[in-house]
């Protein structure tokens, strides 16, 4: 085959990638079919390679793609997380709802303690997890979610707001209790929660006891009703100790002072 015709095949063939959307199988093909070439491999062969190769990207491409329309404020892992300085909380347990049954079954989870023992930085951990399974998630603070919702209810786009929402597999609701709600706002956090019963799961960090909770949400019999539905099929984590968030910054400063002791001991020396 002449080196034009060549040519014009080879842009052909590039045009009908585009069009057909493999863009892995368009800038790896000529590679792999040298590779198919030298290796002696069979047509086979070389067309499971680039359809895997295309399969493996696009995995890649789904996975960071959910991860950006989660919005997490900040990637945290499980395997960053310092569990020996949380010993109240049960690490086999953390581990067993990250691996997402508990949002097949349309339970919740309530991380409930103290600020900085780490409630945040599970919950984004177990919402990533979600991500890389395949899950939709949506990470909210709890003024976040409802200044949203307020917005929406404005904008005369409230339902249709909330049926996005609920068509998710995981919300994430940060910071539950940090700040008291408007009655409005209490309302459709209140309707929110409702919907999303028994239909897909949530998963709420607070630094109050349920006890305290009408004091946030400024009713006690919404406030009874909501828990009620909340609690019920839900998976409660309680952070009993001292701030994580305090330890670790802790251990920072006497890692830095170790560090710079030791060149000033060295220079010394």
């Known amino acids: 085959m002449n080196t034009s015709n060549s040519g014009h095949l080879d842009l052909h063939l590039q045009d009908m990638l585009r069009q057909l959307r493999l863009p892995t199988v368009a800038a790896t093909y000529q590679r792999l079919a040298e590779e198919a070439l030298a290796s002696g491999q069979s047509h086979i062969d070389y067309l499971l390679a680039l359809v895997e190769q295309e399969s493996i990207d696009r995995d890649s491409n789904r996975r960071q793609r ?16 310092d569990f020996t300085a949380m010993p109240s909380l049960s690490k086999t347990k953390v581990l067993d709802l990250a691996k997402g ?8 989870i309530v991380l409930v303690g103290e600020i900085g023992t ?16 395949g899950r939709r998630v949506r990470f ?3 003024a976040g979610l409802i200044n949203a919702l307020l917005e929406a209810a404005d904008q005369h786009r409230l339902s249709r707001f909330e049926a996005q929402l609920v068509k998710l597999d995981l919300v994430v609701l940060d910071e ?3 700040v008291p709600f408007s009655t409005a706002g209490a309302q459709l956090l209140f309707s929110f929660i409702s919907q999303k019963y028994l239909r897909s799961s949530l998963l709420i960090t607070t630094n109050l006891p349920f006890s305290e909770w009408t004091e ?26 001292e701030s994580y968030r305090f330890r670790q910054s802790l251990a920072q400063q006497v890692e830095r002072i170790g560090s710079a002791n030791g060149v000033n001991g060295a220079a010394v020396g």
Do not use: S, W
Request: proline residues 1%; hydrophobic residues 45%; contains cysteine.
């Open 101 to 108: 049954d508990f949002i097949q079954r349309a339970e919740n």
């Open 216 to 241: 946030v949400f400024g009713n006690a019999r919404l406030t009874g009703a909501m828990l009620d539905r909340l609690t019920h099929h839900c998976h409660i984590l309680e952070f009993q100790g």
């Open 140 to 142: 909210f603070t709890a």
């Open 176 to 178: 539950v209790g940090f």
């Open 66 to 81: 959910r991860i950006r329309e989660a919005r997490f404020p900040l990637i945290r892992t499980l395997a960053d997380y």
């Open 118 to 133: 780490g409630k945040t930085h599970l919950a984004t951990a177990i919402a990533l997890a979600a991500c890389e399974q």
